[in-house]
């Protein structure tokens, strides 16, 4: 027996089929996104049913990511700093600006707040003094290479002392996503990049 349907239901079922069409395409693209590591797995989908962490990220930087290296020949600061050193980090930079980065090129396990991943950067400088410039005017940057990301927030750098890192600049920076990050330090003439991978 045939039943007879109105035209406005007819239309209703039209758009909700439509609909779920949609939604599929959606979830289509976040399976094929997670297949590839170097895809941004951290974006948000339009789909709520489909849930994407962070942690899919692999802990080592994989090839596309161009993970600062010690410089050849390596550099090494100038007095007191040269006999300083920390463990598992190289010296990175010139007199003019350094820092200090992670022989694997990996930071991971950052503190997680709001904001992203919580790191402290240290910087030094010849000549830069502690006690005469509590607030250098450092300027910190940060964009993510290997998928679209909010650019790193940095706090404005203040200064740093102790007996295992001399007289250094300090800012704080969160990173709102893991990645390959590449990160810029300006401050008076001179400024300094790197690349890092920042892991689960």
């Known amino acids: 027996m045939l039943r007879k349907y109105s035209f406005s239901f007819l239309l209703m079922i039209t758009v909700l089929m ?7 395409a959606s979830q ?6 997670l297949a590839d590591p170097t895809s941004t797995a951290l974006a948000e989908t339009s789909s709520p049913n489909v849930s994407v962490t962070e942690e899919a990220l692999p802990h ?3 090839a596309s990511c161009p993970v600062t290296t010690p410089q050849d020949p390596v550099f090494v600061p100038p007095s007191p700093y040269d006999s300083l050193g920390f463990e598992g980090v190289f010296w990175y930079g010139s007199n003019s600006l350094w ?7 990996v930071w991971w396990g950052l503190p997680h707040n709001p904001s992203g991943y919580t790191q402290k950067l240290f910087w030094w400088r ?9 607030e250098p ?6 964009e993510r290479l290997d998928a ?3 650019p790193l927030v940095s706090s404005k750098g203040t200064n740093a002392y102790a007996a295992d890192i001399g ?3 300090l800012v704080g920076v969160d990173f709102p996503t893991l990645g390959c990050w590449k990160i810029t330090g300006k401050y008076a003439d001179a400024d300094l990049s790197f690349v890092i991978w920042v892991a689960p």
């Open 18 to 24: 439509a609909g779920c069409t949609t939604t599929a």
């Open 28 to 33: 289509s693209d976040v399976v094929k996104a």
């Open 60 to 62: 080592d930087p994989p």
């Open 99 to 105: 820092t200090a980065l992670p022989n694997d090129g």
């Open 126 to 134: 010849e000549g830069y003094v502690w006690t005469e410039e509590p």
């Open 137 to 142: 005017d450092l300027i910190v940057t940060g």
């Open 148 to 150: 679209p990301a909010p």
């Open 167 to 169: 007289s250094a600049m």
